[in-house]
């Protein structure tokens, strides 16, 4: 069951009408994706592997290394030796935006600041080829572990895992490119078959998301360098984690909004936003409801 105040929220939001539409995504079992590990593999072994195995797939329009899965679940993937040897990644399409709008660079000083799983960080690290210092900070303990597990396998060798609280990361640090994938509420990904979501999903979990996401961004914009970029993403479609968060940066710091703008983004199915050059993708069998803005520090 949604809990009642979010489908207010919702509707407070987006109308009836997509509201209708969000839950509707919220209730579809969603397609298997995963994405092709570039430090280890390359789509075309991808491919004949899973023709190989008679697993029917789709390619991704804005992400040539990403496979839609038609016929299989995730299980009969992680079967595969491409999954086994960290070949591929399995990951959800929305999650694979933010590094990818963020647009790595080689050589460069690279902070994740929210990190574990590391899915993420991973991907950045094949977008450079393992050519840049990439920080990946997580502060808790099991999912440091997981991080440094994922990116053992996938063979990220350009990653140095800081396990700590990014809020409390040193002034004297500073990066070329900052990505925020920031801890939310998770409101574009609910499960409505899960019993306790009810007891789960609480107006104060929403609230403490926004005093973490609030300082966090605050501190990822004082270790940015200076006419450089950032990321800020969440697994949230909720305005009050999302656009709130932006306006009160962009009115606390001298910071300007980029415009998310390439060739495949309207393919992606998209709610509205409040700030234009932000970028809410909808939740449907196939994405993960999202959001993700780019800022540059002036
Ligand atoms: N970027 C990850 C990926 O793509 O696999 C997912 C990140 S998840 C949305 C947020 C992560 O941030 C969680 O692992 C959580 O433990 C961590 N986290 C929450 N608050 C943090 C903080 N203040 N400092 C560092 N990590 C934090």
């Given at each position: ?115 574990a799983p ?20 997580e502060?808790n303990?099991i999912r440091a572990e997981k991080l ?151």
């Amino acid at each position: 069951m949604i809990p009642k105040f979010l489908i207010e929220k919702l509707e407070g939001q987006y109308g009836e009408e997509l509201s209708k539409k969000v839950i509707e995504g919220y209730s579809v079992e969603r397609k298997v994706t995963f994405r092709v590990n570039t430090l280890k593999s390359n789509k075309d072994k991808v491919e004949k592997v899973l023709n190989e195995n008679g697993i029917v797939y789709k390619k991704v329009p804005f992400y040539e290394d990403a496979f839609i899965i038609e016929n299989v679940r995730e299980n009969k993937i992680r079967e595969l030796d491409i999954y086994k040897n960290g070949e591929i990644y399995l990951q959800s399409l929305s999650s694979m935006l933010p590094p990818i709008i963020l647009k790595p660079k080689e050589d460069l000083d690279i902070l994740d600041m929210a990190a574990a799983p590391g899915g993420k960080t991973t991907q950045i690290a094949a977008l450079v080829g393992n050519k840049a210092r990439i920080t990946a900070v997580e502060m808790n303990k099991i999912r440091a572990e997981k991080l440094k597990y994922n990116l053992e396998k996938q063979g990220a060798t350009c990653v140095y895992v800081m396990e700590q609280d990014a809020r409390r990361i040193d002034d004297f640090f500073s990066f070329d490119e900052i990505l925020l994938d920031a801890p939310c509420s998770g409101s574009g990904t609910l499960n409505i078959k899960d019993s306790k979501l009810e007891k789960t999903f609480t107006k104060e979990l929403i609230k403490k998301s926004v005093k973490s996401q609030t300082a966090l961004l605050r501190k990822a914009i004082n270790i940015l360098k200076k006419g450089s970029e950032m990321v800020y993403s969440t697994c949230s479609i909720l305005q009050e984690e999302n656009e709130n968060i932006i306006e009160n940066i962009l009115k606390t710091n001298k910071v300007e909004i980029v415009d998310i703008d390439f060739k495949e983004i309207s393919e992606l199915p998209k709610l509205p936003t409040k700030i234009e050059g932000t970028l809410c993708v909808m939740p449907n069998e196939e994405y993960e409801g999202f959001f993700v803005a780019k800022l540059k520090k002036l």
